[in-house]
């Protein structure tokens, strides 16, 4: 199955079920009855008491009963359907997290799937081996092959896109070129870190592909030319391959670094991806702070921070316009030579979720400005209609919204009125399956794609475990 392989426009009917995976979800034909759509408890891909402790607490804290359902439903959906693997390799826990519907792991979505529980894994010593079974595996994966963006869960079984024109090997299920693949597994191991305590996440293994990050971020800075990378893929979407033989659009080499990939999957339109090399900043950022306090390393930490310091410098000069009406804004795509992109994607990183991932302080002048322009009809990816508004992307098309991109704003938002839109907005979108989805029509929220997405699943649990830590009352 092709990733995001949803016709976008089937209608879903209103009476029946929708497939999830190894369940089969009910609903209703005007009201749902909020019965739970998880799996039975033998059914469970992955049971954690911690996780259904705080689930239990949280929903008696919501008095709106359709959240509370939808809650209950979305937070533990990675946990309960996408642990694919969970057990040990060389003598080290070692989990797969699949994406939901496709059955394979991006290094991506596996670390935002899992990233919600973080806070519980203390609680929970078996939710604990799964993180570090997770960050174990992803730096494995890394090691296959630095410029995959997504691994199948047998490390020697083909995949489907072999015919891809690129260097395609055993293990990888697809070979886009996407900077935050890199950084997400960093994010990951020093959450963790920060988390617990636990040190022995970081081991030689993990080193050397710490060693690769720097060295395949710095191959793609392109000082010294295309590099080893190229991609090319038969096919009748655009977005799937890349111009000039594979090697993307051209750059001007500045010391910003290429992603030939946006997190979407899609190919970049001009190369420097600006929120994903911010996104890099902050991942070596943490790797310096893992590299001196853990690993005493200091040709790491040297290594680290030298690129930081340079990608810093880059973004500083070019990801930076002036555009007429929301004053000082960032791109979202610049290429070195003066052109850029004016316009934000739902998937994450994206300009709207840069202080969800440290990269900006969320009152910065300058992204409250860039905010402005990402939710509003100037950004020629924000779509406003009938069933309600958010940003969606060039991934399925025009006039689809991506809960993601309505979830992120609220997780962003300081302001409550703008946080109550967002719910509400995820309320009557949810088509009464009472789980998100991957997008839907801006004038028909029945028609979706993707019913069975992790990510946005335990996303819009994450939202609501932050709202009831920060601003419980929105909740009450």
Request: glycine share 6%; charged share 25%.
């Amino acid at each position: 199955m092709r990733r995001r392989d949803f016709l976008k426009n089937t209608s879903v009917a209103f009476v029946g079920t929708v497939a999830l995976g190894n369940l089969n979800v009910a609903y209703g034909s005007s009201q749902a009855t909020f019965l739970s759509k998880r799996p039975k408890k033998e059914d469970r891909k992955f049971r954690s008491e911690a996780v259904d402790k705080l689930i239990a607490k949280v929903k008696k804290q919501i008095n709106d009963p359709e959240l509370a359902w939808m809650f209950e439903n979305c937070y533990p959906n990675t946990l309960d359907t996408t642990v694919e693997v969970f057990g040990e390799r060389d003598g080290k826990p070692d989990t797969v997290i699949i994406t939901g519907d496709i059955p394979a792991m991006w290094l991506r979505d596996s670390t935002a799937q899992v990233w919600p529980y973080l806070p519980l894994v203390n609680q929970d010593v078996k939710l604990k081996r799964l993180v570090r079974g997770l960050i174990h595996r992803q730096s494995y994966c890394i090691l296959i092959d630095p410029y995959a963006n997504a691994f199948e869960v047998d490390p020697t079984k083909a995949s489907m896109w072999g015919s891809d024109f690129t260097t395609m090997k055993p293990g990888l299920h697809e070979r886009k070129w996407e900077i935050d693949s890199l950084c997400y597994p960093i994010r990951l191991a020093y959450g963790y870190w920060k988390e617990t305590g636990d040190r022995s996440v970081f081991d030689d293994e993990w080193k050397s592909a710490m060693q690769t990050v720097i060295k395949t971020f710095r191959e793609q800075q392109r000082k010294d030319g295309v590099g080893p990378y190229s991609f090319m893929r038969k096919t009748q979407k655009q977005e799937d391959t890349l111009p000039n033989w594979g090697a993307g659009a051209p750059i001007k080499p500045v010391g910003l670094i290429v992603s030939s990939f946006r997190p979407s999957d899609d190919a970049t339109l001009f190369p420097f991806l600006i929120p994903s090399n911010y996104f890099a900043v902050t991942s070596l950022k943490q790797l310096e702070e893992i590299a001196q306090e853990v690993l005493s390393d200091k040709e790491l930490l040297g290594a680290a921070k030298s690129l930081r310091e340079e990608v810093e410098v880059a973004l500083g000069q070019y990801a930076r316009v002036n555009h007429a009406k929301y004053g000082e804004v960032l791109a979202y795509e610049v290429d070195g030579f003066g052109n850029r992109v004016l316009m934000d994607d739902a998937n994450v990183p994206n300009l709207l979720a840069l202080p969800y991932l440290d990269s900006i302080d969320v009152k910065d002048l300058l992204y409250q400005q860039t905010r402005q322009l990402v939710l509003s009809e100037d950004n020629p990816y924000f779509f406003r209609g009938k069933a309600g508004e958010g940003v969606g992307g060039p991934h399925v098309g025009l006039d689809y919204i991506w809960p993601m991109s309505i979830i992120m704003r609220g997780m962003t938002s300081i302001d409550d009125n703008e946080i109550r839109k967002c719910l509400q907005l995820l309320k009557t979108t949810h088509a009464d399956t009472g789980f998100m989805h991957e997008s839907f029509h801006k004038d028909d929220a029945s028609k979706f794609t993707r019913s069975w997405f992790a990510w946005a699943n335990t996303l819009f649990g994450e939202l609501i475990l932050k709202i009831h830590k920060e601003r419980s009352y929105l909740l009450s």
